[in-house]
């Protein structure tokens, strides 16, 4: 079942601009994983970070964690036309299962 | 990194025929694969969990007897759309993760469009 909330739904920015979405979700974790998705196409990992982690970086990606409000959030810095795309929060819950988040459009105007 | 295929990457078929949908884990060996179907415009939905080897399991509201899903080695699994109906029409993409708490990994996704 789907446990992940993500908002904003959209989000329209200039180029060079930051992007930064939230998940929140409801049961415990063993992990949190955020996804990019090209229209019609699969999904590329972008950075997983575990359940006992604060905060993570990759590259222009920032994600942090908050177990105790049950949320997560995806900062991209200084932002592409490339960069535009879904993106989706997935929660690995203790089954080891996958539940994704409902995603957030991002749209990066140049 | 870890590569996963699908095909076909794109479908068309006739109401009440079957469709089969390959997922394949190309340099790894995958204890379980996963399969998720997508609407548009919308988040993934886990459908079943495949383990090789034995019988898949299905997520509630998930029809076994509809969507059949056969694991049969380490590098394969097959999800068939049976009798297909428009409704069945949708985006389906495959993971495939090497044991219990390793990533998964994605296929790149096959759009089935039921006429």
């Known amino acids: 079942s789907q446990q992940g909330e993500e908002d904003p739904q959209a989000l329209s920015i200039q180029e060079g601009e930051n992007a930064t979405m939230n998940c929140s979700y409801k049961t415990s974790i063993n992990n949190l994983q955020w996804y990019r998705q090209n229209s019609g196409r699969g999904l590329v990992h972008l950075i997983l970070i575990r359940s006992n982690e604060r905060e993570k970086h990759s590259g222009r990606l920032r994600v942090t964690l908050d177990t105790s409000k049950k949320s997560s959030s995806l900062l991209i810095t200084a932002s592409r036309a490339a960069d535009t795309a879904s993106y989706f929060c997935?929660?690995?819950?203790?089954?080891?299962?996958?539940?994704f988040g409902a995603g957030t459009t991002v749209t990066v105007r140049a | 990194g870890a590569v996963v295929s699908q095909h076909p990457s794109r479908v068309i078929c006739k109401s009440g025929t079957s469709v089969k949908i390959e997922c394949r884990s190309l340099d790894f060996q995958a204890t379980t694969m996963f399969w998720y179907r997508q609407f548009p415009k919308k988040s993934l939905m886990l459908m079943a969990t495949?383990?090789?080897?034995?019988?898949?399991?299905?997520e509630q509201g998930v029809e076994k007897d509809k969507f059949l899903i056969n694991h049969a080695s380490l590098t394969l699994s097959t999800l068939t759309v049976t009798s297909a109906h428009p409704e069945d029409s949708s985006f389906y993409i495959c993971?495939?993760?090497?044991?219990?708490?390793?990533?998964?990994?994605f296929g790149p996704g096959t759009r089935l469009t039921v006429t």
């Open positions: 993971s495939a993760r090497v044991y219990r708490g390793s990533e998964q990994y």
């Open positions: 495949s383990n090789e080897g034995s019988k898949a399991t299905y």
């Open positions: 997935a929660t690995e819950r203790n089954d080891y299962k996958l539940s």
